[in-house]
């Protein structure tokens, strides 16, 4: 089990940037791999970047060239630097630990203005 606790959400006018974390409670080298998702209101839940174990990444379509997803694993925490933000990044962003079984965070809004 691992319990995931996000933080750095806000709001911020459209062109600004925010930097995201998800605190972990053991150690990230332990988990295969962590990603962050986010809700829209009205919408699925959507895949928007991730990191495995060995410390490859991915990110949506939407979001690349845009958003970094990076970690420090002595400090068990994963980030989400998201730069030139638009009102269409305007959603709930949850982390999540892939485990064999999906956890993840209690989520953070993000809100950005046009």
């Known amino acids: 089990q691992v319990q995931l606790v996000e933080s750095g959400g806000g709001l911020v006018q459209a062109g600004g940037s925010l930097r995201l974390s998800c605190a972990a409670s053991?150690?990230?080298?332990?988990?295969?791999?962590m990603g962050w998702y986010r809700q829209a209101p009205g919408k699925q839940r959507e895949f928007v970047a991730r990191?495995?174990?060995?410390?490859?990444?991915n990110y949506a379509d939407s979001v690349k060239a845009r958003f970094t997803i990076s970690r420090d694993t002595a400090k068990n925490t994963v980030y989400l630097q998201m730069n030139s933000l638009k009102p269409e990044d305007t959603a709930v962003y949850y982390c999540?630990?892939?485990?064999?079984?999906?956890?993840w965070g209690q989520g953070t809004q993000v809100t950005v203005s046009a």
């Open positions: 999540a630990a892939e485990l064999g079984y999906y956890y």
């Open positions: 990191i495995s174990g060995g410390g490859s990444t």
């Open positions: 053991r150690s990230i080298f332990s988990i295969d791999a």
